[in-house]
């Protein structure tokens, strides 16, 4: 997993999204309220939300294009439970917590490096 989440709070602009995603090269943004995560925005809700939808990103808030109610894995769960859950609900993006607090996010990406690690070890 990664363990530095880049997160947005759910009331900044979509602009303000764009900016967070130029200066620290992510796939996604966790949305949080205090210290709840509230949802997750990705590269593509703004693609199909913003752009096709011909939304104005600088008055448009996080909150209207974020994906609420977002899975989550436990940190000390075996990667097999993460991926389960992904596959499961189709999501290449899974946030991590240790007793309700956010501790990384792991991706479809993170999993492929740490099978091939395993496979050229065996």
């Not at 967070?20 to 966790?30: A, I, N, S």
């Not at 939300?49 to 808030?61: S, V, Y």
């Not at 974020?66 to 189709?90: C, D, F, G, Q, W």
């Not at 899974?94 to 990406?109: A, D, H, K, R």
Request: aromatic share 4%; proline share 2%; glycine share 4%.
């Amino acid at each position: 997993m990664t363990r530095e989440v880049i997160s947005i709070n759910s009331n900044e602009t979509v602009m303000e999204t764009c900016k967070k995603y130029q200066e620290h090269m992510v796939g996604c943004l966790v949305v949080m309220e205090g210290d709840l995560i509230v949802g997750i925005v990705t590269e593509r809700d703004i693609i199909e939300k913003i752009i096709l939808g011909e939304k104005n990103p600088k008055i448009t808030f996080v909150r209207d294009i974020m994906t609420p109610n977002i899975k989550t894995v436990y940190s000390l769960s075996k990667i097999e439970e993460a991926v389960k859950i992904m596959k499961k609900n189709n999501i290449k993006k899974l946030p991590v917590i240790y007793n309700n607090i956010l501790v990384g996010i792991i991706t479809e990406n993170d999993i492929t490096h740490a099978t091939d690690i395993s496979s050229k070890n065996d």
